[in-house]
């Protein structure tokens, strides 16, 4: 029998699971698929991955006080994808190692990155944990996290500050929130709609790229609205209250009526027809995320 010597870990790095539905599916966050990655070099991190298709990956991880990630040869964080970290809770520092910049974000806001970007995370406290939710479109199926890594040329200088403004700063702020890395996302600066011409759910447009569409919605006690059909696939998740889901399909009548908590998500096929409802005295609010990748995509 072979054994490891602590914290040693197999040679290769170890695929993320892929959860696959093709019908609506209620995931409650402690049915998400564990998975740790990472080596001794890149630092340890642990997943728990909600659903990963040929549209959309979505997934929470989690750094532990203190930690975080960097890139290695078995481990270069470098995705041929757009990508959004949504912190859930505790603060993320997230830098670009090729450029140097470093950013900080706190719970109820994100990051957006694009294909070909450097990243390493870390937790912004010593004592409290960082939770982020993660929207990966194209997704790892299709080829776009460790196939498309390891085409990559190799970094081999690691930079944490960025020095393009010495001497310029804040007068280059506008120049160098053009070229930003990771474009910060949150209520305060998305596009805002009303669902159904109702107030009583408003939604607010996080990201949206020909790949990656993200909104955070806010449900008010009391609403409920028509059917809508799901035209993109779809991971919807809770951050607050308590959200019903009822979902409607032609074909087969009701599909399925969940109640969310906080932390819970619903995976949303095309084709089948959903509506949200809020039946106790405090608003609901939650992310949605949606993948629409052409057939003959490549990375």
Excluded: K
């Amino acid at each position: 029998m072979t054994t490891l010597s602590a914290g040693r870990m197999p040679d290769g790095r170890r695929p993320t699971p892929r959860p696959r539905f093709t019908e609506p599916q209620l995931v409650r966050r402690v049915d998400a698929v564990a998975h740790v990655w990472g080596d001794d070099e890149a630092g340890y991190v642990t997943d728990r991955v909600i659903s990963s298709t040929d549209q959309l990956h979505v997934l929470e991880f989690e750094l532990a006080p203190g930690g975080g990630f960097r890139h290695s040869a078995m481990n270069p964080t470098v995705f041929g994808a757009d990508v959004l970290y949504y912190v859930l809770s505790g603060g993320l520092v997230l830098a670009n190692p090729e450029t140097g910049e470093v950013t900080v974000t706190e719970a109820g806001s994100g990051r957006l990155f694009h294909r070909g970007t450097w990243h390493n995370g870390f937790s912004a406290s010593s004592v409290e944990p960082v939770r982020v939710l993660e929207f990966f479109s194209p997704p790892p199926s299709r080829g776009a996290a460790s196939e498309f890594a390891r085409r990559q040329p190799a970094l081999t200088n690691t930079r944490y500050r960025d020095d393009r403004w010495d001497a310029r700063w804040p007068q280059a702020r506008s120049e160098h929130a053009a070229s930003t890395s990771f474009a910060r996302v949150a209520v305060d600066n998305a596009l805002m709609s009303l669902r159904d011409h109702q107030p009583s759910h408003l939604n607010a447009t996080l990201v949206s790229t020909p790949y990656l569409h993200v909104i955070e919605g806010s449900v008010q006690p009391g609403h409920v609205e028509p059917f809508r059909v799901v035209e993109r696939e779809s991971v919807l998740h809770v951050l607050e209250g308590e959200l019903w889901v009822d979902v409607w399909s032609d074909e087969v009548g009701y599909q399925a009526t969940s109640i969310l908590a906080p932390g819970d998500s619903m995976f949303l096929p095309v084709g089948c027809s959903e509506r949200l409802l809020v039946r106790s005295a405090s608003p609901a609010r939650y992310l949605r995320g949606s993948g629409e990748v052409p057939s003959d995509w490549t990375p």
